[in-house]
């Protein structure tokens, strides 16, 4: 068969998935990422490691798909967006580890510049919000810090264009590029022209010249280098996404109104705003969805971001000891029919959509000397439930329609949590097929610009979901909401 390869660098991991000419899966490889915390707040990757484990895992899939005579046409990237790396593209070295989206070390910065009243600006042109979660005070910090003093070639970027540049050759001849998905989540491209601002870059002091050149979503990036990775040599990078994007094209979600939700190491709705920049809504933030280049116009989506909820599971297995894989944490809370009074709020990075406030932390409260595991467990879930619904509900605040949510992310194989949902959101939720839809989108549009599907309409039929969750009575559901909102103000 005629494969595409998707190449996924998550936050806790990089993954190689490659799908079939019907969209369906058909080999992947994955391995975990190292994580940083050297300071409270901090949280950092090594981008050479992020870089190996990318090689690692495409060489293993390529290898298999070799042994099988299928033929790879074409490679997609998708990545945490807004993780931040300085390098030297004459010597590929780095003087500073990657600073991770979730990273708060430059919260005082933002609010400093919220302060001297930029924000309305900042709004106007990027459709962002003054927080540390974005990329553009990152590169102000790692400047500051001197992580580009000496080199010869000073690169500022997000993961895409570092993981683009490593394939295509690096530093012989690597193409230094990005795209407007992840280019506008930086605080500095305009989202009406889809280029970088002159007047965002003066404000944040980024120099230009340092950034990569921004290109549609779908194109031909480069050729994977055959020294590199032989087995896929001269195979065309033909599309680029940042992760939340790359889910939304993988859930089909090709029409204004229509919602996804990743469950993922955070939450994250966006919603199809169109093919023009929409009115900005207060809770939310405007975004690229993608430029699928010759293929169609331009898409912008509004976005909820929760910075915590995969990763309060992995927290449960990996601190508390209160479990010992993720997967037993829906048994482990359904065994319980509530969560005994205990409320939990995963501000471990702060709070994202719609309450954006960096300075909250982490809060676990209501325990008697009744709490069970079963009850935390269930306190978690339903804080994943609960953030999504804050999200949903600025979405009808805002005068966004919502139909129904169509849910992916590893989280989302929880039937209890995605029950949860429907009836805490008011929407139907459908579960995708591919609980892989961030790695799925970038493979459809690297197949899309590589001709192995013709267009929008032969994508969308690919689509399908497992299950399907209606709205029960709220009236509980509401009481515990309450409970739950009074907890995020003591966060």
């Not at 005579?69 to 790396?85: D, P, Y």
């Amino acid at each position: 068969m005629d494969l595409v390869l998707a190449l996924d660098a998550g936050t806790t991991g990089v993954r190689t998935v490659a799908f079939g000419p019907d969209g369906v899966e058909v080999d992947s490889a994955y391995q975990e990422l190292t994580q940083y915390f050297p300071e409270p707040g901090w949280v950092e990757h090594d981008p050479h490691e992020i870089a190996e484990l990318a090689v690692a895992t495409l060489r293993e899939v390529a290898t298999r798909i070799a042994a099988l005579q299928h033929r790879v046409v074409a490679l997609g990237i998708t990545n945490q967006r807004e993780t931040t790396v300085a390098f030297d593209r004459a010597t590929g070295q780095t003087r500073h580890r990657a600073i991770v989206w979730q990273d708060r070390r430059t919260a005082s910065f933002c609010e400093q510049l919220a302060a001297d009243g930029a924000l309305p600006r900042v709004r106007e042109i990027t459709g962002l919000v003054l927080d540390s979660y974005f990329s553009g005070t990152k590169m102000r910090w790692l400047l500051d810090h001197h992580a580009t003093d000496g080199f010869a070639n000073p690169a500022l970027g997000t993961i895409d264009s570092y993981l683009l540049w490593t394939l295509s050759g690096g530093v012989n001849g690597g193409v230094f590029t990005t795209e407007p998905s992840n280019a506008s989540r930086t605080l500095l491209m305009d989202l009406r022209t889809l280029a970088w601002s002159d007047e965002m870059c003066e404000l944040l002091a980024v120099p230009r010249e340092f950034l990569a050149t921004i290109a549609p979503s779908a194109h031909h990036f480069g050729d994977v280098d055959a020294a590199l990775i032989p087995e896929l040599a001269g195979v065309p990078i033909a599309a680029m996404l940042g992760d939340q994007q790359a889910a939304l094209f993988g859930q089909a979600c090709f029409s204004p109104g229509m919602v996804k939700a990743t469950y993922g190491t955070g939450s994250f709705i966006l919603a199809n705003a169109g093919a023009t920049v929409p009115a900005l809504r207060e809770g939310l933030v405007t975004t690229v969805a993608w430029d699928a280049g010759r293929h169609a116009a331009p898409a912008y989506a509004y976005e909820g971001s929760a910075f915590v909820a995969g990763a309060a599971i992995q927290w449960l297995r990996d601190e508390l000891g209160i479990i010992k894989s993720a997967p037993e944490i829906g048994p482990l809370a359904e065994s319980v029919p509530d969560s005994g009074g205990v409320l939990f709020v995963p501000a471990f990075t702060g709070l994202g959509s719609p309450f954006w406030r960096s300075d909250a932390r982490g809060v676990l409260m209501g325990l008697s000397s009744s709490t069970t595991k079963a009850h935390i467990a269930r306190a978690v879930v339903e804080s994943l439930a609960f953030q999504v619904r804050a999200m949903t509900d600025a979405f009808a605040s805002a005068g966004v329609t919502l139909s129904e949510l169509r849910a992916d992310g590893g989280a989302a194989a929880m039937n209890l949590l995605l029950d949860l949902q429907a009836t805490n959101s008011r929407l139907t939720v459908r579960r995708s097929t591919s609980l892989e839809a961030t790695a799925r989108g970038a493979a459809l549009m690297a197949g899309l610009e590589a001709g192995l599907w013709s267009d929008l309409d032969e994508l969308s039929s690919l689509w399908s979901s497992s299950a399907t969750f209606e709205a029960n009575d709220p009236t509980i559901a509401d009481l515990g909401y309450a409970s739950w909102l009074d907890a995020t103000e003591r966060a």
